[in-house]
């Protein structure tokens, strides 16, 4: 394994510009208005949003480790940069790159199994044929020029938990948000690390809420989560943007609450003065906070069954699921 993401096919090869994603697209699109117009889809957010979820199912039932699913997701993402969606049937793309993953992450399984799974799942969307699957693995390989390793923010994560002792629900918080940004655009954008910061800011700085930020709890954090940009972006001292945060320090008689509350102050203050003497990109901290407040927006709009009825309409009307 690449123990060096600066000198990695990830950083060289699959890290774009945001204008240059988006021009991407718009080139894809370009070039198949045909298939565009014949076959609308919801929002490409929401289509994310559907396809990692495709990738969580499958898994779920296997009892795969993160890192596993996280690779797929990837595979995933880096694969519709390059291929029409419209041309695919996404129901084997996702089976045929959770077991390219599986094997790029040292934890193979035979095809059988991974096909069977499959068809668990989603019975008769996903061709039952290891030939065909086969096929779609060469060729996802091949539009990925196998450039397979991918480097995830966790590692950073779990250095950053030793660095701001952070305690098992803020992990547990920061843990989630890593996880979801796998449903945005952000590993194709910023490096694992940048990431991992943003997470554990905003876990660090939403912690008063206290809730975890997870699927359809998204508008009780967008107060805290809007906080945190606004922290990122203006010269506030650390107290303030402990204030800000909603944690104060102990109060008299106050207890063990306002011992929890100085220690939670105390590690927004480490953090941020931490990310004020770091070399990290700021500017890409606080688009990769806007990035996932967005996502929190869009996902309260999101129909699993609107967009499985959109995707299963040009995969049937083609013929791609046999």
């Not at 041309?87 to 193979?108: D, G, H, I, Q």
């Not at 948000?177 to 700085?205: G, K, R, S």
């Not at 508008?219 to 001292?237: D, E, F, K, R, V």
């Amino acid at each position: 394994m690449a123990a060096n993401y600066w000198a990695s096919s990830q950083r060289l090869h699959w890290t774009f510009t945001k204008p240059g994603l988006a021009e991407t697209r718009r080139q894809m699109e370009e070039n198949e208005k045909a298939l565009h117009k014949q076959y609308p889809l919801p929002e490409q957010r929401l289509i994310s949003i559907f396809l990692m979820h495709q990738v969580n199912k499958l898994a779920k039932r296997m009892n795969y480790k993160q890192q596993i699913i996280a690779t797929a997701q990837v595979y995933i993402r880096r694969f519709y940069t390059k291929v029409e969606i419209r041309r695919t049937n996404p129901f084997l793309v996702v089976t045929t790159a959770f077991y390219l993953a599986c094997k790029t992450e040292e934890s193979p399984q035979h095809i059988r199994v991974i096909l069977a799974e499959g068809r668990n799942n989603w019975g008769a969307e996903i061709i039952p044929d290891q030939s065909k699957m086969g096929e779609c693995e060469f060729t996802l390989i091949s539009e990925l020029n196998s450039q397979l390793i991918v480097h995830h923010p966790y590692r950073t994560l779990y250095e950053l938990q030793q660095t701001f002792s952070l305690p098992n629900d803020e992990f547990s918080t920061a843990w989630h948000i890593i996880n979801d940004h796998y449903l945005t655009d952000l590993p194709l954008l910023y490096p694992p690390h940048v990431i991992a910061v943003t997470a554990v800011f905003l876990a660090v700085v939403i912690r008063p809420a206290q809730n975890a930020l997870l699927p359809h709890q998204h508008q009780h954090h967008a107060g805290n989560l809007a906080g945190a940009l606004q922290s990122l972006t203006s010269p506030q001292s650390a107290a303030a943007i402990a204030t800000q945060a909603g944690v104060h320090g102990p109060t008299a008689g106050a207890g063990a609450s306002g011992s929890a509350g100085a220690a939670a102050q105390g590690r927004i203050v480490k953090v941020v003065n931490w990310l004020a003497e770091s070399r990290i990109d700021m500017e890409a901290v606080v688009d990769a906070t806007q990035e996932l407040i967005s996502l929190y927006e869009v996902w309260d709009q999101f129909n699993e069954k609107a967009c499985k009825d959109a995707v299963l309409r040009f995969v049937q009307a083609r013929g791609l699921d046999k």
